[in-house]
C-alpha cells in the first residue's frame, strides 16, 4: 500500500469520540490509489420497512494484486418534510456502505469502522425519536437509554479466527484488531458477513487462477 502512515482528519461526535468522515476516506483513496482502485453499489428497496439496503464493493489493486472489500448499510425513508432521508434515504445509505468498504480496507479507522457519517446519522435518529415519545411521563434520568450493545465473546472470537485467513494483510488485522474491544454487536455481526465474503471471494479467485 502505498503512504503506509497517514493522519486522518477526524470530527468529534455527540459521545466525544474522534471519527473520519466518508469524504476523507475517499480523499484519501483518491489521492494514494490514482487508477488502481473501483467502487461499485448495489441496492435493494423493500417496500414494506420503506428501507434502503446498499452493498458497496471496493477493489484495490497493490503490486499487481486485487483485493477485495465490501460494506453494507441501510436507511429508512421518511414522511419528515425537511427531513434528509424524506428525499435522499438511496444516497446516505450509499454514503455508508462506501465508507464501511473503505474502513474495512483498513482506511480511516481511527475510533472504529463506522464514518463520522454515520454516527451522526445515528445520533440524529436517537434525538429524533427522543423528541416524538408520546409517554405521558418523562422517562427518569437513571433510567436513560443504555451504549449499544458490545460485541459478544463469540463473536469478537470469531472476527478473530477469521482475521488469520490469508484473506487480510497483517495491516488490516492490526487495525481490525484494535477497534474489536469496543465493536457494537450489531456491527460486529456486520463485520463478520463482510469477512466471510471476502475470503470467498479470495478464495475462488484462487481456485480460478
Known amino acids: ?30 489521492h494514494h490509489f490514482e487508477g488502481e482502485y473501483g467502487i461499485e453499489t448495489d441496492y435493494r428497496y423493500f417496500a414494506s420497512r420503506k ?15 486485487t483485493s477485495t472489500y ?3 448499510a441501510q436507511e ?6 425537511g427531513a434528509v432521508n424524506n428525499t435522499s434515504a438511496l444516497e446516505n ?7 464501511r468498504a473503505l474502513a474495512m ?12 457519517d454515520e454516527v451522526r446519522k445515528a445520533e440524529s435518529r436517537a434525538e429524533r425519536n427522543k423528541s416524538t415519545r408520546t409517554e405521558p411521563e418523562a422517562i427518569p434520568q437513571a433510567a436513560a437509554a443504555p451504549e449499544a450493545t458490545a460485541a459478544t465473546t463469540q463473536q469478537k472470537a ?6 488469520t485467513h490469508e484473506a487480510f494483510t497483517e495491516k488490516q488485522r492490526v487495525a481490525a484488531l484494535a477497534t474489536l474491544p469496543t465493536m ?9 458477513l463482510t469477512m466471510k465474503g471476502r475470503i470467498t471471494e479470495h478464495e475462488n479467485k484462487t481456485q480460478t487462477q
Do not use: N
Not at 428501507?51 to 494484486?65: E, H, I, Y
Not at 480496507?105 to 464514518?115: K, L, M, Q, R, V
Not at 457494537?184 to 463478520?192: G, K, L, R, T, V
Open 158 to 163: 470469531e472476527i478473530t479466527r477469521l482475521l
Open 76 to 81: 429508512l425513508e421518511t414522511e419528515k418534510y
Open 1 to 30: 500500500m502505498k503512504h503506509t502512515t497517514h493522519t486522518f482528519k477526524t470530527v468529534a461526535t455527540k459521545g466525544g469520540k474522534q471519527y473520519v468522515e466518508v469524504k476523507d476516506r475517499l480523499l484519501y483513496l483518491a
Open 93 to 99: 445509505a450509499e454514503t455508508s456502505a462506501v465508507g
Open 51 to 65: 428501507m434502503w439496503v446498499v452493498k458497496a464493493t471496493l477493489t484495490l489493486t497493490q503490486s499487481g494484486v
Open 70 to 72: 465490501t460494506g453494507l
Open 184 to 192: 457494537p454487536e450489531a456491527a460486529a455481526a456486520q463485520a463478520i
Open 105 to 116: 480496507a483498513g482506511i480511516g479507522i481511527e475510533s472504529g469502522i463506522a464514518s463520522a
